[in-house]
């Protein structure tokens, strides 16, 4: 698909609704997979029994406390080799969202939301590939809003309640969040990519900030000087050299 055959695309249109779920992902796949569900379909659900998050863990969430959801997009123009703007704008969105709320918050590569040095949201999209494009992708989004305590092994939780030292509104948070969100993916389908590249990397948590970093070989000092398209994190040690690292391949302090 060309550029000319691109189209807007508006998300929270169609929304499903559900009590309790395994899994929001899993669902809007097994919807996709149905041919059941139309581009832009949100699906929210109060809790998850088998919430995901990345590398294969698992989201805790208080039921009732929190935005679970998943979002069914269908950008067929979109190259393999560009799929990282995805994540690039579902992640700026949030951050918008959170900036409403006068919440700073920072994107640790890939894609987790933090305030501070504390996870507040993350996001796990999951694609699938037809002759070098994305035919369908499912993106998922936690965020902690009223969620107060943390049972699971998480290290760094936070909440958008316990930054701010009050509760917000559940309903009028998703319609905001989903505001932001429908800005930034129309952007990226609107081919913005400048835009958005610069936008994230703005925002990126420890961007040209020493720190220690642990790779294959061990820890190392260095400061995070870009993200590539693909998604590759670039790092300048202290003695200028530019390691490059794809997802799992490098972890970070925090």
Known sequence: MNFN???????????????????????AKKLIKESTVK????????????????????????????????????????????????SMSISIGIVGFLSYLSLNSKIKWPNDIYIHNRKVGGILIENAIKNNAIASSVIGIGINLNQTEFKSNAPNPTSVCLELKKAVEI?????????????????????RYSKIKSAYQRHLFLRNKKTFFTDKNGK??????????????????????IKKYNFKEVSFPY
Not at 220 to 241: A, D, H, P, Q, Y
């Open 171 to 191: 309903k009028d948070s998703y319609r905001l969040l989903i505001q932001y969100l429908n800005k930034w993916i129309n952007l990226l389908y609107s081919a």
């Open 220 to 241: 190392f000092k260095g400061r995070i000087v870009n993200v590539e398209e693909s998604g590759m994190i670039l790092i300048k040690t202290g003695t200028n050299e």
């Open 5 to 27: 055959d691109m189209k807007d695309v508006t998300i929270g249109n169609n929304l499903i609704k559900l009590d309790a779920i395994d899994s929001t992902n899993d669902y």
């Open 39 to 86: 581009e832009g379909t949100v699906i929210l659900a109060d809790f998850q029994t088998k919430g995901k998050g990345q590398k294969g863990g698992y989201w805790e969430s208080e039921k009732g406390k929190n935005l679970t959801l998943s979002i069914v997009i269908n950008p067929a123009f979109l190259q393999v080799q560009k799929q990282f703007y995805l």
